[in-house]
């Protein structure tokens, strides 16, 4: 179902690529043409032709995109339409709208799969959308064309950096990591023990963009042989507070794209780091919190 | 090298964060952070690249939520979505920017909590209607500037994050959950994840109260009343 679901994005971003080549007016059209082209191949051919070609299209994306080479067509404003849509729909436009989360929360409940579930979510939305406000399916490409380049590159990040915590576990960045964050740390002493912990959570995962993977290593490395084998604090509060602390790294790193940076596109904010910002003055006080409850709830 | 580890495939994170600090563009920075990593772990370019497309092809599902959500959000906007969210807010009385994010916080973490966390997101709820909603409670009392429109917005993307990575560690079902007792496990520690859980109530809770506090004196600021 997944595979079905991947042609599906990739047919989309297809039909972006080639009404992008189409577009006599657009500044890069055959740059912006050919990332959009390769992303939606990555989906259709992913799992179906030797990695190696789909590394060589990662890359070529990324440098298409690294160099300015993706650029937003000229959209014009349809002030008209978005009017008369409000006036004839109403409150009734929210119906697919929420359909998309009420669709992948059932799925996800009975099926316990959320991607498949949001992409079956976005199909029925999609067809109540087409039927309620009596457009196009072509119309609704042109539509999401004009949201895929309002967020350009940004659109491959998330993937990108999830592709390089793969390759960081495959070359053994995490090892490394817990080596140093291990190396000289005083057993003994819990403040200590707990700031290496908390701090090796918050900054691993801001490095990888993801606490999950800085889990593993640094309860391994540092929570559980010394806050409980030394220190005989309680497992549950270490992973629990742990993970949390993680979290507060999260909400301060460009590298976890997908929180942080894609938002700023979507929300058209010239400052790519806006988010990132707006979150930086709860993460600060919210990391603290977690090392005094750490202190406090150890030894309860 | 420390303890027998090699340090050379840190190489890839210096790349990283000098690439971030010097701003250059994110897609050349990951791409020469991976480059270096692969690089200084000494896999050849056939390697590598095969590193690179079997990362990229296992991590798809990233990218399809993102894609197919905007094919029916793009549409609904050109309908008017926003323009009916807008209306909403103006409808209610007393609706204001710090009572919106603040009740958008506290919902979208209960439900994270409650296992819902699949209702809210940032492509599927916070540009279709929680933004505009949130532009049009602060609308209410006078016309912000560009600049205060692009904090607003970027404080509901906020609201959503905060909401959701701190509720959702509550619920005993989800992947972190999960991915704790397993750890916990290999380790030689079997908790059930029920006290994993439990005890991710209380930074939740101080979560909640910190940006509330500061949700609160954004909206002041935002109408002029510091």
Known sequence: ?300 | MIHGVSLLPLIGIGVLIGGFLLRLNPMLVVLAGTLATGIAAHFDAGHLLAAIGSGFVETRNLSLVLVLPLAVVALLERHGLREAAQRIIAAIPGASVARLLVTYLGVREVTAALGLSALFGQAVTVRPWFAPMAQAAAERDRAPSEEEKQRLRAQCAAADNVGLFFGEDIFVAFGAVALMHEVLKSLGYDIAPMRIALWAIPTALCAFVIHAVRVIRFARRLQGRA
């Open chain 1, 1 to 300: 179902m997944i595979e079905l679901l991947y042609v599906l994005a990739g047919i989309v971003l297809a039909v972006v690529a080639l009404t992008t080549f189409a577009d006599a007016t657009h500044p890069r059209r055959i740059w912006t043409g050919s990332f959009w082209m390769l992303f939606a191949l990555t989906f259709v051919l992913g799992g179906r032709v030797p990695p190696q070609f789909v590394g060589a299209g990662v890359v070529a994306m990324a440098a298409i995109a690294g160099f300015g080479g993706v650029r937003s067509a000229a959209h014009g404003d349809n002030e008209a339409t978005r009017r008369a849509g409000a006036a004839r729909l109403g409150p009734r436009i929210f119906v697919p709208a929420l359909a998309i989360s009420v669709v992948t929360l059932l799925y996800t409940v009975f099926m316990h799969d959320a991607f498949v579930g949001l992409g079956i979510g976005c199909i029925v939305a999609w067809a109540i959308a087409l039927v309620m406000t009596r457009d196009t399916p072509m119309q609704s490409m042109r539509e999401a064309r004009r949201l895929l380049d309002a967020l350009g590159w940004a659109a491959l990040l998330p993937q990108m950096l999830a592709m390089l915590g793969l390759v960081f576990a495959a070359a053994g960045v995490g090892k490394a990591v817990a080596a140093v964050a291990t190396a000289y740390v005083d057993v003994h002493s819990p403040l200590i023990a707990v700031l290496v912990f908390a701090g090796g959570m918050a900054l691993f995962t801001a490095i990888m963009g993801n606490a999950f993977a800085a889990f593993p290593i640094m309860a391994g490395g540092v929570g559980l042989p010394v806050l409980v084998g030394v220190q005989h604090g309680d497992p549950a509060v270490v992973a629990a507070i742990g993970m949390f602390s993680g979290y507060c790294g999260t909400l301060v790193t460009p590298m976890a794209a997908n929180f942080n940076v894609v938002p700023s596109a979507l929300l058209e904010l010239d400052d790519t780091y806006a988010v990132i910002k707006a979150q930086l003055g709860t993460a600060i006080p919210l990391w603290v919190c977690n090392v005094i409850l750490l202190l406090v709830l150890l030894h309860r």
